[in-house]
Each structure stands twice: as C-alpha cells, then as structure tokens.
C-alpha cells in the first residue's frame, strides 16, 4: 500500500513538473512573441499627454484643417475645441475625445507612417474606440478612421458606423475608382465585394473595443483585408485586387469623420498580425508602450 501510494506521489510529482515546464514555456513564448512585434511598429499614438506620435517612422505631428479639401493648409496640432485630449480616459492614460460630430479635418499623414507600397503593401491599422453607436453618434454615418490620398471611395481603407438602426460596423478597402467604379455609380454588388459587415458588434459607452485591419499584398493579384474586433476575426476582403494607386506624400490617416466618442492607441505594424498576434495586442493590459518596456 505504501509503495503504490509512493509511486502515485511520484506521478503527480513529475507531472506538477511537466505541467510547470509547460506553463513556463508558454509564459516565455508570449513574452518573445511580444517583444517581437515592437520590431513591426512603423507608427503609435498613445494620445498620452501629447498628440504627437510618440513612435513614427514619417511626420508624428497631428494636423487640423477646417476639412479636407483645404488640407494643404492644415496647421499643426488640435485646432477644434470639439476634439480633445481627455486625461485619464484612456484605455490607459489619455484618450482622443471627439465631443461633438466632427467636420474638420483631423490627421497624421501617411507617407512612410503605414508603409504603403505600389508593388505590394501589407501592414495592420490596430486602435481602440469607445461609444454606443446607438446612442452617441449624430445621424448618418460616420468613419474612424480612413486611409487614402483622396477620399473614402478611391484608394482608401476605412471602417465605418452605418446609418443603420441599430448601427452596423464595416471594414471597406476600395482600390482606385476609374478600376472598380468608373461610372461612380451606386453598385451595391460591387459595393457589398469590397466591405465586410457586423450587423451586431461589440461596443459599449462603458467598455473599450479592439478594432484591427490586417491587410496582404495589396497591389498584387493576391491581395486581402481583414477585420477583428476584441482579438476575434469578423471577415475578409478577398478576390478583388484593386490597384490602389497613391501619390505616396499626400496619404492620411484621417480620424473622426463624423465620428463622436474616444480612441486611443493609435497604431500601425509592417506586416499582416496573424490572429494570434492580434489577441496578443487585445490582451496587453497597459497597451502598446508595454512591448517597449
């Protein structure tokens, strides 16, 4: 009896020993791939204290301009009494708080900031948001964010809050217009290829929601765009191969087109998150400055 329950102790032993072993070495994976991913930010916007990029691989200032077609004049810094630094709102520290539907132009430009390429650009747009869409947002629709030289239908990424009720939540990724619309006419098919839908996403007034876009190969035939939303993947643009052809040095990463309620954690990576990297940036408690430390 002794001897049996001896080498019972003896099993449970080694395999508290094993299990250990195991549990450190996903410990030590995590860590590692997480050190890793500070090698792929090409840009970062903490909003903590500052507007100013604290990481960019281009332009860190922040621009206003009373709206885009008069964006070559924007001044630098915040010029809208209706967007601010909100401190201590953020996911952690500040946050940028759009207080009224905003109008203005507000945006870090893109030339070398998301590496966009016209042979082949991959990357990932990675920021938090904060808001009911239900109750917060003015009428219509409204964009986060969007990225392109011109507007919203020709070369450009963005996501978006529908003026449905109650709201939806797209990802769009729509190459040059004179390729897929050349009419620039109202073709839902056409439209519905190049988006991906949420009918029922995750936002709260009282919670922060992930949002990242994991973007492949654009400007090839091969080409692929896709949507998570707290660490989970909500769809993909594929098969559509757009070109999307830029003038590299006026790119923006424009904000808050419409848009009322916080961000932070403005971030861009050089390459396409797998999804495990991007639960990985969902699950860092003191946000992107901690792959830093």
Same mark, same amino acid.
């Given at each position: 009896?002794?001897?049996?329950?001896?080498?019972?102790?003896?099993?449970?032993?080694?395999?508290?020993?094993?299990?250990?072993?195991?549990?450190?070495?996903?410990?030590?994976?995590?860590?590692?791939?997480?050190?890793?991913?500070?090698?792929?930010?090409?840009?970062?916007?903490?909003?903590?204290?500052?507007?100013?990029?604290?990481?960019?691989?281009?332009?860190?200032?922040?621009?206003?301009?009373?709206?885009?077609?008069?964006?070559?004049?924007?001044?630098?810094?915040?010029?809208?009494?209706?967007?601010?630094?909100?401190?201590?709102?953020?996911?952690?520290?500040?946050?940028?708080?759009?207080?009224?539907?905003?109008?203005?132009?507000?945006?870090?430009?893109?030339? !070398?900031?998301?590496?966009?390429?016209?042979?082949?650009?991959?990357?990932?747009?990675?920021?938090?948001?904060?808001?009911?869409?239900?109750?917060?947002?003015?009428?219509?629709?409204?964009?986060?964010?969007?990225?392109?030289?011109?507007?919203?239908?020709?070369?450009?990424?963005?996501?978006?809050?529908?003026?449905?009720?109650?709201?939806?939540?797209?990802?769009?990724?729509?190459?040059?217009?004179?390729?897929?619309?050349?009419?620039?006419?109202?073709?839902?098919?056409?439209?519905?290829?190049?988006?991906?839908?949420?009918?029922?996403?995750?936002?709260?007034?009282?919670?922060?929601?992930?949002?990242?876009?994991?973007?492949?190969?654009?400007?090839?035939?091969?080409?692929?765009?896709?949507?998570?939303?707290?660490?989970?993947?909500?769809?993909?643009?594929?098969?559509?191969?757009?070109?999307?052809?830029?003038?590299?040095?006026?790119?923006?990463?424009?904000?808050?087109?419409?848009?009322?309620?916080?961000?932070? !954690?403005?971030?861009?990576?050089?390459?396409?998150?797998?999804?495990? !990297?991007?639960?990985?940036?969902?699950?860092?408690?003191?946000?992107?400055?901690?792959?830093?430390?």
């Amino acid at each position: 009896m002794n001897i049996n329950l001896q080498l019972k102790n003896m099993k449970i032993g080694r395999l508290s020993v094993i299990a250990g072993v195991f549990l450190l070495l996903l410990s030590t994976s995590a860590c590692s791939q997480q050190k890793q991913l500070k090698n792929h930010v090409l840009f970062y916007s903490s909003f903590d204290g500052t507007v100013t990029a604290d990481i960019s691989m281009g332009d860190a200032m922040l621009y206003t301009a009373e709206n885009y077609k008069k964006a070559a004049s924007a001044k630098p810094g915040l010029h809208n009494p209706d967007v601010v630094l909100a401190n201590g709102k953020g996911l952690t520290g500040d946050a940028l708080h759009f207080k009224k539907a905003n109008t203005s132009a507000i945006f870090y430009k893109a030339y !070398e900031n998301v590496g966009y390429s016209n042979v082949s650009w991959s990357g990932t747009i990675s920021f938090w948001l904060r808001l009911d869409p239900n109750k917060d947002l003015a009428p219509g629709y409204c964009d986060p964010i969007c990225i392109t030289d011109v507007r919203y239908n020709d070369a450009a990424m963005w996501v978006d809050f529908t003026d449905h009720n109650p709201r939806e939540f797209r990802l769009g990724a729509l190459g040059d217009l004179d390729v897929w619309n050349p009419e620039n006419i109202n073709d839902e098919a056409k439209w519905n290829k190049r988006t991906v839908t949420v009918k029922q996403p995750p936002f709260a007034r009282d919670e922060w929601t992930h949002i990242a876009i994991a973007f492949s190969e654009v400007n090839t035939t091969n080409s692929s765009f896709k949507l998570y939303l707290n660490g989970k993947y909500n769809g993909v643009i594929k098969d559509v191969n757009d070109p999307f052809t830029w003038e590299a040095e006026n790119g923006k990463i424009m904000l808050g087109l419409g848009y009322i309620g916080l961000m932070d !954690e403005l971030t861009v990576f050089d390459k396409p998150l797998e999804a495990h !990297e991007v639960n990985i940036v969902y699950e860092l408690k003191t946000g992107i400055k901690s792959l830093f430390d």
